[in-house]
């Protein structure tokens, strides 16, 4: 009996642990203002395994004829942890927002290095390829095509233009598919790297990419990836990137943002200095501090409003 009763209590004590990690991921984004949806993408697919962290969908119900921002996270990335000043900046900038949840790991430079990459020069892209649209497969990463970004947008589309009604989502399916045309879409590190392969492969209204993934075609030279180079269906103007001079990848970002053809004034190297003596050491990338300034230090929320411009369709 006492064994039963601890295991109960320890079931609790587990289960209150999580409890804030749901309350806080949106404590910068009003809750008065904004409607807030969840939805696991297990209840959309019942076949779906991994990634089951919830999407989380934010709109203001009195804006109407606006774009969606598509968030896409980083490596080992959840929807536990959504970079909400962006979001609520998106938010007062007119979008609606779908922080999409999917599978984060392992990512680009984790699988396409080695022998691996000099073996297959296109590893990133297909690796990319997989993730986003599901097919075809791809055997060095767990992903099933239920798993893709794609599909899952799709599906949580589908299901909102009938469960919510009030947030008119069928205006944002073409033909029961994702209408590009009214889609911009935003990620951060491996993030910003399915934004940027999505922009190239489908129209969308824009493209934000914070330190998108750095893809090669060769270990030892640390040549960029040759998809890259691809003719872009999204039009170059609508084009927006953002890097520090200080993370470890800037060189490669720098020469990425050229090959993607990203107008000049369309890409920002950010250069703030961090006060290290005012950080936890015991959080963020020690490796690459960096890496994430461009999403989460508020003093770029110019910077922010100028990529995202505005939300509402002309």
């Known amino acids: 009996m006492k064994k039963g009763i ?18 806080t991921a949106q404590k910068n984004i009003d809750s008065a203002v904004y409607k807030i949806i969840k939805v696991k993408p297990s209840k959309l697919d019942q076949s779906v395994r991994m990634a089951d962290d919830p999407h989380i969908v934010f709109y203001d119900p009195k804006v109407k004829n606006n774009k969606i921002l598509l968030w896409l996270t980083g490596t080992g990335g959840t929807t ?13 900038s007119g979008y609606r927002v779908i922080a999409l949840s999917f599978i984060s790991e392992p990512g680009v430079s984790q699988v396409c290095i080695g022998d691996t990459l000099n073996s297959d020069t296109n590893c990133a892209a297909e690796f990319r390829r997989m993730r986003i649209y599901g097919t075809p497969a791809f055997s060095l990463i767990p992903d099933k095509p239920q798993d893709a970004i794609v599909p899952r947008l799709t599906k949580l589309l589908q299901s909102l233009s009938k469960s919510d009604l009030q947030g008119g989502w069928s205006a944002y399916l073409k033909n029961e ?101 005012l950080e936890n050491p015991n959080k963020g990338n020690k490796k690459n501090p960096y890496h994430t300034e461009g999403i989460k230090n508020t003093i770029y929320k110019p910077v922010w409003q100028t990529m995202l411009g505005s939300g509402k369709i002309n």
Not at 10 to 20: D, G, K
Not at 80 to 92: C, G, Q, R, S, Y
Not at 179 to 202: T, V
Not at 229 to 239: C, D, M, Q, R
């Open 6 to 23: 601890s295991r109960n209590i320890l079931v609790i004590i587990i289960a209150l642990m999580y409890v804030p990690v749901m309350v």
């Open 80 to 92: 536990k942890h959504v970079p909400e000043l962006f979001i609520n900046t998106a938010l007062e």
């Open 177 to 277: 598919n994702p209408d590009w045309n009214k889609i911009a879409i935003a990620g951060q590190s491996q993030g910003g790297g399915m934004a940027e392969f999505i922009a190239q492969n489908n129209s969308v209204d824009r493209v934000i990419s914070f330190s998108g993934g750095w893809d090669y075609s060769d270990s030892k030279e640390k040549k960029i990836a040759g998809w890259y180079f691809n003719k872009s269906k999204t039009p170059v103007e609508k084009w927006y990137a953002a890097y520090h001079i200080d993370e470890v990848a800037a060189k490669s970002l720098i020469e990425i943002c050229t090959a993607l053809k990203i107008p000049k004034d369309h890409i920002f190297a950010l250069d703030k200095k961090i006060d290290f003596s």
